[in-house]
């Protein structure tokens, strides 16, 4: 990575932002979150630290501002570090809401539908719609059928199914397993992995981030240093951070950057075949933290070749905009739901690749003709 200079408000990153590009508000783009930011740690007269820092907090966290930055700043990088500066309680009930999750996410899932909806504030409606999400739907009849020859060499490969898979959605973990186990490969334990440190950095907690990081390089090393094959975007990117945080040396970062392995990309040479419960249009919503090369995209595109991208940029599900500005994030769920109807019209069965997204897009799916809209991660549309 380049060095990083301070921000000259340049404004290349401003367009890029999903934030600003809903709001059109200036205070939220992210070269006005680097001017707060920067405020906030030189302590100007005058100027709240709490409230710059709440201001920059109106992120999802996608770094799509990182991407279009001449100088590689991130906001994301700058509002972890000025949150770790200020801690707060709410970290505290955060990391812990991850790190039980497999206790506390299921049990969320199952108290919400005794909540009265109708009678909850705004906020709290969000947040049971939230909950409500992560119970698994109905399994979906399989748009496609996968014919997986074996790879010619055998690799030695784990999975790292994320948070979301592991607790939530184990189908997925079942359907990422079966493939591999037909490219004929050596499948390795994951019991090992733990979160991938993402959301923790995201709310200021680099301590918890660099020992979950550190956990999970543990156990990839003592396996053997085998592929670690990911199924969803937002683990992709946080695990690729891993040989930025100068916990491995360089020949470790560029083994472990070789070694995280996007699923669909060992899918090349798989045969597929349509089934008649494709939709006519399906949609595709690309995660953020894919930035600029989406390689579900590129395999379902070449297997679906009338799937279409809906146009809005971001489900509003990233760092934890969710808890702290839920209003703003559930709005950037509906802004990204008539991006998806506008590509097509009538009922919406949409497919992504990121566990959160799916989430984030469950608990805000309008309705259709009395339906709600579907979001389904792409492994469950394949048999
Ligand atoms: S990370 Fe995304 S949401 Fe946050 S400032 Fe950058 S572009 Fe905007
Ligand atoms: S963050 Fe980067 S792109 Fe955005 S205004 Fe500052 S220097 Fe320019």
């Avoid at 955060?94 to 497999?102: D, F, L, M, T, V």
């Avoid at 999400?133 to 999975?159: D, F």
Wanted: hydrophobic letters at 40%; charged letters at 20%.
């Amino acid at each position: 990575m380049a060095e990083q200079r301070g921000c000259t408000q340049c404004g290349a990153c401003v367009n890029a932002c999903p934030v600003f590009r809903h709001t059109r508000r200036e205070e939220y783009s992210p070269k006005a979150k680097q001017g707060v930011l920067a405020f906030a740690d030189k302590g100007e007269p005058g100027l709240d630290p709490k409230k710059c820092v709440a201001l920059a907090g109106r992120c999802v966290c996608c770094e799509r501002c990182l991407l279009a930055c001449p100088r590689n700043l991130s906001v994301p990088e700058a509002l972890s570090k000025a949150r770790q500066r200020r801690p707060r309680l709410g970290q505290y009930f955060w990391r812990e809401w991850i790190r039980r999750g497999a206790v506390a996410w299921p049990l969320a899932a199952k108290a919400a539908p005794l909540a009265p909806g109708v009678l909850l504030p705004e906020r709290l409606r969000i947040l049971r719609a939230s909950a409500l999400a992560m119970t698994p739907p109905p399994r979906a009849k399989p748009w496609l059928t996968l014919e997986v020859s074996r790879m010619s060499k055998r690799l030695k490969t784990v999975i790292f199914g994320g948070c979301t898979a592991t607790r939530l959605r184990p189908v997925w973990m079942k359907a990422a397993d079966g493939i591999l186990e037909k490219l004929g490969t050596e499948r390795c334990s994951a019991s090992g992995f733990t979160c991938c440190g993402g959301t923790y950095a995201h709310a200021g907690m680099l301590e918890s981030s660099r020992e979950a990081a550190k956990i999970n390089l543990a156990w990839w090393r003592g396996l053997g240093k085998p592929a670690v094959v990911v199924f969803c975007a937002s683990c992709v990117h946080s695990l690729r951070r891993y040989a930025q945080m100068g916990i491995m040396d360089r020949l470790d970062a560029r083994e472990w950057l070789n070694a995280v392995t996007p699923l669909s990309t060992l899918l090349g040479g798989a045969k597929a075949t349509l089934t008649n419960n494709a939709p006519s249009v399906p949609v595709y919503h690309s995660p953020c933290h894919w930035g600029d090369s989406d390689p579900d995209f590129v395999w379902l595109k070449s297997v679906l070749p009338e799937m279409v991208k809906g146009v809005s940029l971001c489900c509003g599900f990233g760092g934890v905009m969710k808890l702290l500005e839920p209003l703003l994030s559930a709005d950037l769920a509906s802004a990204c739901w008539k991006g998806m109807e506008d590509g097509s019209p009538g009922h919406v069965s949409a497919l992504t690749g990121c566990g959160g997204c799916v989430l984030q897009l469950a608990a805000h799916a309008p309705e259709h003709g009395g339906k709600a809209h579907e979001i389904r991660h792409w492994l469950d549309c394949i048999a």
